[in-house]
């Protein structure tokens, strides 16, 4: 059973991992996308999608879309680096 939940964190842990690297991605493409209808700027926006529509729910309407993406970054990189140092105290292989 220890095993069975090991894994389930690592792969908790490289999902939190790929999303702030996807969010990431996001931030900085939006930032110096010059096109709206840019082709590159609407797969992020696909893609991390479904991270920022929680944290869409919880701030007020009128908060922008690059201070939510902003923030889905920082839970994001918190969930990360919480399930890191779980694993870290559990045992286990290095996550390198």
Do not use: N, Q
């Amino acid at each position: 059973m220890h095993e069975i939940i090991h894994r389930l964190l690592v792969l908790a842990w490289f999902v939190a991992y790929m999303a702030a690297i996807y969010l990431a991605l996001h931030i900085v493409v939006a930032r110096f996308s010059t096109t709206p209808g840019s082709k590159l700027l609407w797969f992020f926006s696909v893609v991390t999608g479904p991270l920022v529509r929680p944290v869409r729910t919880l701030l007020p309407p009128e908060t922008g879309e690059a201070r939510l993406r902003l923030i889905a970054f920082g839970v994001c990189v918190a969930l990360w680096l919480g399930l890191r140092l779980l694993l870290s105290r559990m045992g286990g292989a290095d996550l390198g």
